[in-house]
């Protein structure tokens, strides 16, 4: 038997509860992990509070995201004992997720966890750090350099901000953060942010092309603000864009990409690659310093999920927040 929290639909309302469950409720697939950890990410939020159409089917236990040990393995890759992570890959949405004390999953969807980090640490990571590794990656793999110029991150007080300010400081780049919260500043600075900006100043529709200030820029935000902040690169400048909060769509022009010659980078971190993965995992465990894993996470059980669901949609949750197993 293991706890889960399960999302039901029961007279076209979502009810939330903890069940008890037997492990012959699980999917058959080909790997079964003993969860210790998941996360709380702002698409559980919108699934768990019924906010998003994410759920595609019911029951569903929600996570994007998790990390454990296998138990079971079908699959010569795995073998049992062995610490793995999953990110993506539909879990939480249309195939049972991590807040679960198990999980059974395509051995496709895995990751061996890097020698140096724990499981605690994988999860503060996450599905929003390696989305933020993806990201930093694009601008590199582009040709985006520390001496190109000042990098522009969108919602910076995310899970996926927060954590590509880390990223790019630790790699040398000077960053400016976006915010909606300037008593953020502290926080965004200790990251590693060497300036704050106020949302506000994203706010006016943008201009086809506007004054050049970014060499690049990580967007999380999507719609409106990517427009503005595509219309302020610099030419040859690059936005890795991965965020569709802000909306699905970009109101903006052809002119910065022919006349400035900007490239926009989209980057899923949903299907990626197992070779991409692998790479992007052993980046994080060997560039984020021991004071992000202090300072960027909340741990919590599965009984506080979900009102801390509801606050992290309407933004007033900083950071990543751990679920313990």
């Known amino acids: 038997m293991f706890n889960a929290l399960v999302i039901e639909q029961k007279d076209d309302n979502q009810v939330v509860s903890i069940q008890e469950l037997d492990e012959s409720n699980l ?17 559980d939020g919108l699934a768990i509070t019924g906010a998003g ?8 236990i929600p996570g994007i995201d998790l990390c454990g040990e296998v138990s079971e393995s079908k699959d010569s890759r795995y ?6 992570i999953l990110t993506g890959w539909g879990v939480g949405e ?17 990751v061996p966890l890097p020698a140096t980090l724990s499981p605690e640490k994988a999860m503060t990571i996450g599905t929003a750090g390696l989305t933020a590794m993806l990201c930093v ?3 590199e793999n582009y040709g985006i350099t520390p001496d190109n ?11 996926v901000g927060s954590t590509a300010i880390v990223l790019l400081a630790a790699l040398g780049y000077e960053v400016a953060a976006v915010t909606g919260r300037p008593s953020n500043e502290d926080y965004l600075k200790s990251l590693g942010a060497k300036r704050i900006v106020l949302r506000s100043e994203f706010e006016d529709k943008a201009k086809p092309l506007e004054k050049q200030f970014w060499a690049g820029a990580v967007d999380t935000v999507g719609s409106n603000l990517l ?38 980078l989209g980057v899923d ?5 197992y070779e991409k993965r692998v790479q992007a995992w052993q980046r994080l465990s060997e560039l984020l310093p021991g004071s992000y894993f202090e300072q960027a996470s909340t741990t919590v059980g599965l009984k506080d999920v979900p009102e801390l669901a509801d606050a992290i949609i309407k933004g007033k949750v900083t950071g990543r927040t751990l679920i313990k197993l």
Not at 149 to 159: K, N, Q
Not at 269 to 273: F, I, Q
């Open 94 to 110: 249309g195939h049972w997720g991590g807040m679960a004390q198990k999980a059974s999953l395509k051995a496709d969807w895995l």
């Open 149 to 159: 110029g000042e990098i522009l991150v969108t919602g910076a007080s995310g899970g």
């Open 53 to 60: 159409r994410i759920v595609r089917q019911f029951p569903m």
């Open 79 to 84: 073998q049992v004992g062995d610490n793995v």
């Open 227 to 264: 427009a503005k902040v595509i219309a302020q690169t610099h030419y040859n400048g690059a936005v890795a864009a991965c965020g569709l909060a802000g909306g699905f769509d970009l109101p903006s022009t052809v002119m910065p990409f022919i006349l400035r010659n900007v490239a926009l």
């Open 269 to 273: 971190s949903v299907m990626c690659p």
């Open 27 to 43: 999917p058959a697939e080909d790997v079964v992990v003993n969860v210790g950890y998941s996360s709380l990410n702002y698409k």
């Open 137 to 139: 990656q694009a601008l």
